[in-house]
């Protein structure tokens, strides 16, 4: 392949000197960037030059290592690319629908939604659901303060047997995937129970993936977006943190797919 003319630039990624895993993360990420903006194969040497990396050759030969050891990468003769140019995220004729609610607080037999977001991704791209909720209650004022979703806002929103039907129905037979699903589910099931809807199908749940995948000591949304350097646009709202959790869950896969397809379910 000839060497195409450099289409990309990042900005300078410094070696730590006493933490040389957040250095490899860093450069990692850096080079992940570089490549997805360049959409092309790149040497190793121009992968970690375009870190502006002044470091000993020991040391970046340990960071290209850092590199072909990503199964978000692969690595042919010294050229380097994105696993997902290869493997289709989620695979095919796979679908996966993450969902994030917001509610009136932590307890789903005392508290209710007010918010329920979805994302759907499959062959044909990406589609979204995204309701509030008539919770009939107040919300307190520290989850207003959190959300930004006022007794104002939910006043004329739909009624919650209406929105789980409607959900229900995006939904379809696609499988699930959920930050700390436990929480979520503890307050989805019962209520899709009422408008006589279930969920049987496998559930992903992302704290748990980024727990065997990147072994970090905590695996909240915002640690696992800081991680991957992710935005963290629309956080605490329900389609906002729908949208982040879909994009921690496509790192995940190609990180824990080391390189060959897997289903989704095998995730578990």
Not at 69 to 80: C, I, K, L, P, S
Not at 152 to 179: H, K, N, R, T
Not at 231 to 258: F, S
Request: with cysteine; proline share 7%; hydrophobic share 45%.
């Amino acid at each position: 392949m000839a060497r195409e003319q450099q289409c990309a630039t990042l900005p300078q990624v410094k070696v730590v000197g006493n933490a040389p895993q957040e250095t490899s993360r860093r450069l990692t990420l850096a080079a992940y960037r570089y490549l997805a903006d360049k959409g092309q194969l790149a040497e190793a040497r121009e992968v970690l030059a375009a870190g502006g990396m002044r470091a000993p050759a020991a040391l970046a030969l340990s960071l290209a290592r850092a590199l072909m050891a990503d199964a978000r990468f692969f690595e042919a003769n010294g050229w380097f690319g994105l696993t997902e140019w290869k493997l289709p995220f989620p695979p095919e004729g796979e679908a996966v629908v993450v969902i994030d609610l917001e509610t009136t607080g932590p307890s789903p037999t005392e508290d209710e939604i007010t918010e329920v977001g979805a994302v759907k991704l499959n062959g044909d791209g990406k589609s979204e659901f995204v309701s509030l909720v008539y919770p009939g209650r107040p919300i307190p004022p520290y989850i207003q303060d959190l959300t930004g979703i006022t007794d104002e806002m939910v006043a004329q929103a739909p009624p919650l047997a209406e929105v789980m039907a409607d959900l229900a129905e995006f939904v379809g037979d696609s499988v699930l995937a959920i930050q700390n699903a436990p929480f979520d589910l503890s307050f989805l099931v019962p209520r899709l129970a009422k408008v006589g809807c279930s969920l049987y199908q496998p559930v992903l749940d992302t704290v748990h993936l980024a727990r065997r995948a990147l072994r970090l000591p905590h695996c909240g949304l915002d640690a696992l977006a800081e991680y991957f350097e992710l935005p963290k646009n629309g956080r605490h709202r329900a389609l906002g943190d729908a949208r982040l959790t879909a994009e921690v869950l496509r790192q995940l896969y190609y990180i824990m797919c080391k390189g060959r397809q897997l289903r989704l379910a095998e995730l578990r």
